[in-house]
């Protein structure tokens, strides 16, 4: 798999480069270190779903064997996460007649082969499809449980998936 031995310290230094510039409020830094395109939303996901919420537990350090400046996850870094994701998709080209909407709800039902989840909002189910990018790891531990869904609501009030957090 590798041409040459790796030295994991510095995959581990690499990992907290990665995860400090993801909770930095300049997403071009996370863009220096994940020039493909396709992987800043999704580090950034990770990093969020990493940061406490704040209910349970209010930090969570983060360091490698070799580093002396820890890496502290804090609420915060998910409101600056969530603002990096927001400020992402603003900067796409917009979707004609395309509303975000967050559904606040209990994750019931989950077909990841089909694309789908359903959102149950005061006994009403919500089905969105689109999970593209989704992990299954991520939404998994969620089921039957109070999360937030952020979806776009299109024509025809189709809701396609955005993102996914737990209410706690």
């Known amino acids: ?45 990770l990093t969020h779903n990493l940061a406490p919420p704040g209910k349970s537990f209010d ?22 996460i969530n603002a990096t994701l927001k400020l992402m998709v603003t900067l796409a080209v917009p979707e004609v ?9 209990i994750l019931c039902a989950i077909n990841l082969d089909k694309d789908w989840i359903e959102v149950s909002v005061d006994g009403t189910s ?6 593209a990018e989704a992990f299954d790891d991520v939404i998994g531990p969620v089921v039957n449980r109070r999360v937030t869904v952020r979806v776009r609501l299109g024509p025809a ?3 396609r998936f955005d993102d996914i957090e737990l209410d706690e």
């Open 1 to 45: 798999m590798f041409k040459a031995t790796v030295d994991p310290s510095s995959i581990a230094e690499r990992f907290l480069a990665v995860l400090r510039a993801a909770v930095s409020s300049d997403p071009a830094q996370l863009s220096l270190l994940v020039p493909d395109q396709g992987y800043p939303s999704t580090f950034l996901k």
């Open 59 to 80: 930090r969570l350090e983060i360091r490698s064997a070799a580093d002396n400046n820890p890496l502290a996850l804090q609420p915060e870094n998910r409101k600056v």
């Open 126 to 131: 919500h089905h969105i499809s689109g999970l």
């Open 97 to 105: 007649g395309v509303t975000e909407v967050a559904l606040h709800g």
């Open 157 to 159: 009030q189709v809701s």
